[in-house]
T-cell receptor, first 115, second 116 residues
């Protein structure tokens, strides 16, 4: 079946605008993760969802960042009032469950550039 | 809390030579350890993982890694480098329990260059 897909693949926006990044996990995967990959910070965890449990938002860098997961499937990461330091590749991953033996499969990422 | 340190942001080897990418971790709970590879403009792909049991784990593309608890290390090796191994490699740790359960903590990455 298809892997994790993300859209758009590239996004260029102006400082102060809001952006939405989409992630379609592998069908049947109950756990979904967002990570950010930037030159200065490397790969950082942002947020994860597991089934109907409250998401772990501990990695979100500010209250301008939020994410939701509708119907236990598709997830949207929203960044409000974007800043230049938000420029990065945003990676989504999904797994069958939260358990350690469940491999996280990564999407190709969305490259966000804030001008 | 856990952290990962990858020694050497760039490693260059000749084709056919041994590949050694170093990873040390810190974890307050028993760790589960992973190596991922990222080819240009692609997502991360799992190479191998250590959870429990045998400390020498074998992965795809001829890579293997050994978990050494006493040294808090999980170095990645391959006996003979191939041109197609050129990529960026990430070591990651995941807590076996506690409040950090589920999320991966990554090292800064090592770019492997293979020259003829």
């Amino acid at each position: 079946g298809a892997g994790v897909s993300q859209s758009p693949s590239n996004k260029v926006t102006e400082k102060g605008k809001d952006v939405e990044l989409r992630c379609d996990p592998i069908s049947g995967h109950t756990a979904l993760y967002w990570y950010r990959q930037s030159l200065g910070q490397g790969l950082e965890f942002l947020i994860y969802f597991q089934g109907n449990s409250a998401p772990d938002k501990s990695g979100l860098p500010s209250d301008r960042f939020s994410a939701e997961r509708t119907g236990g499937s598709v997830s949207t990461l929203t960044i409000q009032r974007t800043q230049q330091e938000d420029s990065a590749v945003y990676l989504c991953a999904s797994s069958l469950g939260q358990g350690t033996y469940n491999e996280q499969f990564f999407g190709p990422g969305t490259r966000l550039t804030v001008l | 809390a856990q952290s990962v340190t990858q020694l050497g942001s760039h490693v260059s080897v000749s084709e056919g030579a041994l590949v050694l990418l170093r990873c040390n971790y810190s974890s307050s709970v028993p760790p589960y350890l992973f190596w991922y590879v990222q080819y240009p403009n692609q997502g991360l792909q799992l190479l191998l993982k250590y959870t429990t049991g045998a400390t020498l784990v074998k992965g795809i593309n001829g890579f293997e890694a050994e978990f050494k608890k006493s040294e808090t290390s999980f170095h990645l090796t391959k006996p003979s480098a191939h041109m197609s191994d050129a990529a960026e490699y990430f070591c990651a740790v995941r807590a076996a329990g506690g409040t950090s359960y589920g999320k991966l903590t990554f090292g800064q990455g090592t770019i492997l260059t293979v020259h003829p």
